[in-house]
Every structure is written in C-alpha cells, then in structure tokens.
C-alpha cells in the first residue's frame, strides 16, 4: 500500500468513498468542487491510501499550527481494505505529518453510536474527552476523542 498526499485527480474516487459512509459525517454537500477546494486550503490536508492504483481510503486533517492542534477527520476505507490495516496506516501517517507540524493535541469527532469508530480511535491511543449534545446542524451527538502526542 501506498500513502500520499491528495491529487485532483482524485476527487471522483473521494466524493464516491465519502458518500458511501456519509451516514457518519455531517450532512455536508460533498462533490468534487468541495474537495479540491478544500484541499487548496494552507491548512488542511488530504492523505490518499493508494492500493493496486485504486484508491483503498482517504483522510483529511485540519491544523492550526501557530497554537499546536488539530483535527482529524474524514476518515474513509473502502469496504473491501477494511481490517486491513488501511485506516491504522493513514491514522498514523496523518499523525506523523502533525508531528513534524510541532502539533501536539490530536482531536477526533465521532457521531454518537459510532462504536466501531470509537474502538478504532481507542486502541490508536485517542481517549475519550467529551459527549458534545446537539452538535451537528441535524442536532445530532458526537463524541470527541483525543491524543496528545509528545514532542
């Protein structure tokens, strides 16, 4: 497998993974106009997991360098390179790149009743910080987790 940073080439294949697990995102318009958008943005970068020349998963890290933190998020892996070691490796990747960004808190934001999500966050070292009620524009919970990475 092959990790690197988002080309426009990709769009199609992001917005089509994205839109498959869009049941745990925000309820965003997410096409291909948004995504290359955002990642124009000098703070938010898209890591691609490449297997085979298809795309396996994505994800997608926002930081604020000057104050140390981040967010993590999306993350997607296609159905069939799930359990894989897909979603660890761009985890890990994403979280490598912060490293280097002298970024030192890591959050995470899950919808309630994501227990896999959860899990998967938990055994990659994030801990559970919050229950945020109402926090998505649908009135939806989502409970944020995160690591604090030693620098």
Aim: proline fraction near 3%.
């Amino acid at each position: 497998m092959k990790l690197r940073g988002y080309e426009t080439s990709d769009a199609k294949d992001v917005v089509r993974l994205h839109r498959k697990f869009n049941n745990w995102f925000e309820k965003l318009p997410v096409d291909e106009e948004f995504i290359n958008n955002a990642s124009l943005r000098p703070d938010f970068k898209i890591f691609i997991a490449e297997e085979k020349g298809k795309i396996a998963g994505f994800s997608g890290v926002l930081f604020q360098e000057h104050v140390g933190r981040a967010e993590l998020g999306p993350i997607c892996v296609n159905p069939i390179f799930q359990k894989k070691g897909v979603g660890s490796n761009l985890v890990e990747h994403a979280i490598k790149f912060l490293r280097e960004k002298n970024i030192h808190r890591i959050i995470v934001k899950v919808k309630g009743g994501n227990i896999g999500a959860c899990e998967f966050f938990k055994s990659r070292g994030f801990e559970m910080e919050a229950n945020l009620k109402k926090y998505t524009k649908a009135l939806e919970e989502v409970v944020q987790m995160v690591r604090i990475e030693d620098l």
